[in-house]
């Protein structure tokens, strides 16, 4: 089972990209969340929504990326904004499950300054 993302792409600093995931055939999922790992750093929360609808983020996505979407129907959607070069990375979606997580391939996001 493989999570699909997609909505990746190259932009300027300070535009916006919204990135989707969907997590079809697995039942039951308690969160859906977005990690990123850029070249040579290590792979970080990003955001996560839980499925009674709150959400948390890391510090450097707060007031400029939100996420959204129903856990409940295996969708979970992030819209960033003001985007900086600092965010470019690979963003993966996830998606937890009691104890397991499920993982989609990857979508790239380049910021250029």
């Known amino acids: 089972v493989q999570l699909q993302a997609s909505g990746g792409g190259l932009v300027q600093a300070g535009g916006s990209l919204r990135l989707s995931c969907v997590a079809p055939g697995i039942f039951s999922l308690n969160a859906m969340g977005w990690y990123r790992q850029a070249p040579g750093k290590q792979r970080e929360l990003v955001a996560i929504?839980?499925?009674?609808?709150?959400?948390n983020y890391a510090e450097s996505a707060k007031g400029r990326f939100s996420i959204s979407g129903d856990v409940a129907q295996n969708t979970v959607y992030l819209q960033m904004n003001s985007l900086k070069p600092e965010d470019t990375a690979g963003y993966y979606c996830?998606?937890?499950?009691?104890?397991?997580?499920?993982w989609g391939q990857g979508t790239l996001v380049t910021v250029s300054s």
């Open positions: 996830a998606a937890l499950q009691g104890l397991r997580n499920y």
């Open positions: 929504r839980y499925r009674g609808g709150t959400s």
